[in-house]
């Protein structure tokens, strides 16, 4: 039979281990408001879209990344770590032999059957798509917690914070500039201002002649642009350093964009992934819009 002290001693192990137990275990809601729970920190993460991996890189979790996909290029380590596929379209059977403990999916880019797939084989999906600035930074604090790296993502979330902040503050009483951003070329598409790229032009004093539009990424014409006549134009181009979406506009010598000289070249990798970047992005745009303001 055993003791009254060897019973305690017994049950404070227990508790102790059950209190271990408790603090390795890691869960943070999704932005699919699913709560996801990890028995520990995650060591072999798979980032499922371009904007994930930076996402998890910027959480301090980049060593823990085993896979990958097309496009992840950026930070530059990412570039060498091994790709399954595209965020369209994922090569399972890759995916599934690098033995992940953690898939960071996009809410609207993953194919749904194969997410499907990965969740029948018993794999934990955490997905992600901030569509504001405070999503980002959170996004960053909820990746951290998962992998264990809350120092390193907690800091680089809050640095990002602070620089939207003092964005938003010194561009607060800007004169207002009305402006189109082309998302794509053809068809031609832009965005409303539900989009985190609106808000990035609405946080630089920029009126969006399409942010009324009920799409978040509305297919227009070209037409509708010559009857908005915007103040600027600003494109992202299909390359880091390719502005030749802006030629077309240049023969319509009567929009106030071209009078003005107001066409403007953004690196889409700044503007269109919701990640850390997102403020030099906003910067730039920033940047172009009082370029704007003194062409006047």
Not at 102 to 127: C, H, M, R, S
Not at 219 to 224: M, Q
């Amino acid at each position: 039979m055993i003791s009254s002290a060897a019973f305690v001693r017994l049950l404070a192990l227990l508790l102790i281990s059950a209190s271990t137990a408790y603090a390795a275990e890691r869960c943070a809601t999704d932005d699919m408001d699913r709560k996801v729970c990890l028995a520990s920190p995650a060591k072999r993460i798979a980032a499922l879209s371009p904007g994930a991996t930076e996402l998890v890189y910027a959480a301090g979790a980049g060593e823990q990344v085993v896979a990958v996909v097309s496009h992840s290029d950026y930070p530059a380590a990412a570039r060498q770590v091994r790709s399954v596929g595209s965020h369209t379209r994922l090569d399972l059977e890759a995916l599934v032999s690098l033995k992940p403990d953690l898939l960071i999916g996009w809410t609207t880019g993953n194919p749904q059957e194969q997410v499907d797939k990965l969740e029948a084989l018993g794999l934990t999906l955490f997905f992600i798509e901030p569509r504001d600035f405070e999503g980002v930074a959170t996004a960053i604090e909820r990746l951290a917690h998962l992998a264990g790296t809350e120092a390193e993502g907690g800091a680089v979330a809050g640095e990002f914070r602070k620089g939207i902040a003092d964005v938003a503050a010194r561009y607060e009483k800007a004169d207002p500039v009305t402006v189109f951003y082309q998302v794509w070329d053809e068809p031609l598409m832009t965005v409303n201002d539900e989009h985190l790229i609106g808000k990035v032009l609405a946080l630089c004093g920029g009126r969006n002649v399409f942010g009324g539009l009920d799409r978040l990424v509305p297919r227009i014409d070209t037409e509708a642009v010559l009857v908005s006549n915007p103040e600027a134009i600003i494109a992202g181009g299909m390359g880091e350093e390719n502005p030749q979406w802006l030629t077309p506009w240049r023969s319509f010598k009567d929009l106030k964009a071209v009078r003005q000289d107001n066409l403007f070249f953004i690196p889409p990798s700044l503007i269109q992934r919701p990640t850390p970047r997102l403020l030099e992005g906003s910067r730039a745009v920033c940047e172009k819009l009082e370029q704007a303001r003194a062409n006047r």
